[in-house]
């Protein structure tokens, strides 16, 4: 079946433009989670959806990052007035939810490059 | 924020070299254990998931092992090959959250 999908694949914005990425998890999978890697750093957790519960934003690291999802379906992480410092792979990731056997499914990423 | 550390942070080894790397953890509030191989230009993979102590699991010439008591894994490769290049992640579950080490990147040269 379908894996989880990301759009665009590449963006490249100028400092203080907004941005909005797309993540379309695997149908059926009730988490979802948004990671990104800065150069030479580890994955770092912004925001994770389980179901209809509140997301868990303690990842989000101001407030011009929010993010949204739709039921159980398609997520976009909205980045305002970026900064140079936004500049990442933003990587977006889905399971069947917390639990033992919860492995995520990661997408390909979008690449964030802030002029 | 809990730290999770892996060593070494790179390995360079010969084809058909065995090898291993190591993922330290707090060993508090466990709940699993993931591996996840991050190939370049591709999307991670999950390897294994492990959630019992002295847990072993292998998938081909790779395996690893838990120790929750002590806050460690090891992930072993067996006669290393050029496609096991890779990047390899492990991720401490703990609540909802999963807190990923840096990786280890692994280059095996033909």
């Known amino acids: 079946g379908a894996g989880v999908s990301q759009s665009p694949s590449n963006k490249v914005t100028e400092k203080g433009k907004d941005v909005e990425l797309r993540c379309d998890p695997i149908s059926g999978h009730t988490a979802l989670y948004w990671y990104r890697q800065r150069l030479g750093q580890g994955l770092e957790f912004l925001i994770y959806?389980?179901?209809?519960?509140?997301p868990d934003k303690s990842g989000l690291p101001s407030d011009r990052f929010s993010a949204e999802r739709t039921g159980e379906s398609v997520s976009t992480l909205t980045i305002q007035r970026t900064q140079q410092e936004d500049s990442a792979v933003y990587l977006c990731a889905s399971s069947w939810g917390t639990g033992l056997a919860g492995e995520l499914f990661f997408g390909p990423g979008t690449r964030l490059t802030v002029l | 924020i809990l730290n999770v550390e892996q060593s070494p942070q790179s390995l360079h080894v010969q084809e058909g070299d065995s090898t291993n790397f190591t993922c330290s953890f707090p060993s508090s509030n466990f709940y699993a254990l993931h591996w996840y191989r991050w190939e370049t230009a591709k999307s991670p993979e999950a390897l294994f998931v492990m959630t019992l102590n002295g847990d072993e699991k292998k998938k081909g010439r790779i395996s690893a092992t838990l120790n929750t008591k002590e806050g460690y894994s090891y992930l072993y490769i067996k006669g290393s090959q050029p496609e096991d290049s890779a990047t390899y992640l492990c991720a401490l579950l703990t609540g909802n959250q999963f807190y990923f080490g840096t990786g280890t990147s692994l280059t095996v040269i033909p």
């Open positions: 959806f389980q179901g209809n519960s509140a």
